[in-house]
Structures are given as structure tokens and as C-alpha cells.
């Protein structure tokens, strides 16, 4: 579960548009932020999973609103 009833279990996403431009980043640490997280393959090689969430737009950046991030995967080679 990602959100912000759950420390250390957090999506975020930073976007930066150009050099020398201020970032925009939402994060599901704000509520009402949430999402899933699942690790579909775990080795002592590999991690592998799958995402989705809801972000909102951090404080001091150049976001506004909510970020629906869809879709999202990793594969993580130790």
C-alpha cells in the first residue's frame, strides 16, 4: 500500500521540463494520496513488480493538482 498512513511506503514523481527550471513533484505522502505497489518475482538477483497511484502535488515545487500514475513497473537487478 502506498500512502501517507504508511511510512517509508511512498510513490513520487518529479518531473523537471529544462536545465535551470524549477521541479514539479507529487507524492502519495500527502494525503489523500494512495496506491499499489506488488513484487510479482523476488531472487537474490531481481526484484520485479508492478505500480499505480494517486500522487498530490508537493509543497514548493511547480505542480498543482493530482498525478495519476498508471501502468507503472520495475526490474531491479542486485
Same mark, same amino acid.
Given at each position: 500500500?502506498?500512502?501517507? +498512513? $504508511? @511510512? #517509508? *511506503? &511512498?510513490? *513520487?514523481?518529479? *518531473?523537471?521540463?529544462?536545465? #535551470?527550471?524549477?521541479?514539479?513533484?507529487?507524492?502519495?505522502?500527502?494525503?489523500?494520496? +494512495?496506491?499499489? #505497489?506488488?513484487? %510479482?518475482? $523476488?531472487?537474490?538477483?531481481?526484484?520485479?513488480?508492478? &505500480?499505480? &497511484?494517486?500522487? *498530490? @502535488? @508537493?509543497? +514548493? %515545487? !511547480? @505542480?498543482? #493538482?493530482?498525478? !495519476?500514475?498508471?501502468?507503472?513497473? $520495475?526490474?531491479?537487478? $542486485?
Amino acid at each position: 500500500t502506498l500512502s501517507p +498512513n $504508511f @511510512a #517509508g *511506503q &511512498f510513490g *513520487q514523481v518529479t *518531473q523537471v521540463v529544462g536545465v #535551470g527550471t524549477a521541479l514539479s513533484s507529487w507524492t502519495t505522502v500527502l494525503a489523500p494520496g +494512495n496506491g499499489e #505497489g506488488e513484487i %510479482t518475482t $523476488f531472487t537474490d538477483e531481481r526484484a520485479v513488480g508492478t &505500480f499505480h &497511484f494517486v500522487g *498530490q @502535488a @508537493a509543497p +514548493n %515545487t !511547480n @505542480a498543482s #493538482g493530482q498525478m !495519476n500514475v498508471t501502468s507503472g513497473s $520495475f526490474d531491479v537487478k $542486485f
